[in-house]
């Protein structure tokens, strides 16, 4: 009679417990911003400038090459005063082309401001709506797939209803 009652118990406080367990669930941001179209044009805008600006240092680079040859086929002409200034000014052209490639590119580059400022808004609005799904649906944690998850039961993915609240359809507009 002992053992049913303590069965009964234990059994009692697992249920208990497992009606107090915490929801967690995730979110595949890449797959949300994938189907977003302000992602795609903020994307385009940011890849676009990347290929202006890349063409304007190639040019320059191109520059540096053009001088660099014609001083080597006229070196032998030139007098120890030319050769110098010819080198200063190639050496001078070079470090131009490599600051303006740090200062579009560079870690602080105007490329890397020009994308937060563009995504940075896109990705708030994201985390504002998983936010809202984490609290209405009381889920104590909702992961970010994207950010090394090793594994994840499709069952808890929260994806299309932060898609569907953003009021997007899946497949609608990924690539």
Not at 5 to 15: A, D, E, K, Q, R
Not at 58 to 81: I, N, W
Not at 88 to 105: S, T
Not at 138 to 152: E, H, Q, R, T
Request: hydrophobic fraction near 40%; charge should be positive.
């Amino acid at each position: 009679m002992k053992r049913i009652v303590l069965t009964l118990i234990v059994i009692l406080c697992l249920g208990a417990f497992a009606a107090k367990a915490q929801k967690i669930g995730y979110v595949d941001t890449e797959y949300v911003l994938k189907h977003m179209p302000e992602y795609a044009a903020a994307q385009k805008q940011v890849n676009d400038l990347s290929e202006q600006w890349q063409k304007e240092i190639d040019k320059k680079f191109d520059e540096v090459d053009a001088l660099y040859k014609a001083y080597q086929s006229e070196q032998m002409l030139l007098t120890d005063a030319m050769r110098k200034k010819r080198e200063e000014e190639i050496v001078k052209k070079e470090k131009e082309a490599k600051d303006f490639q740090k200062q579009k590119f560079g870690p602080d580059g105007e490329l890397f401001a020009k994308q937060k400022a563009l995504v940075k808004p896109i990705q708030d609005k994201v985390y504002k709506v998983i936010e809202q799904i984490a609290e209405d649906g009381m889920y104590a944690i909702i992961f970010d797939k994207s950010n090394g998850m090793l594994y994840s039961s499709p069952r808890y993915d929260k994806s299309n209803d932060v898609l569907a609240k953003l009021g997007l359809k899946p497949g609608e507009f990924a690539k």
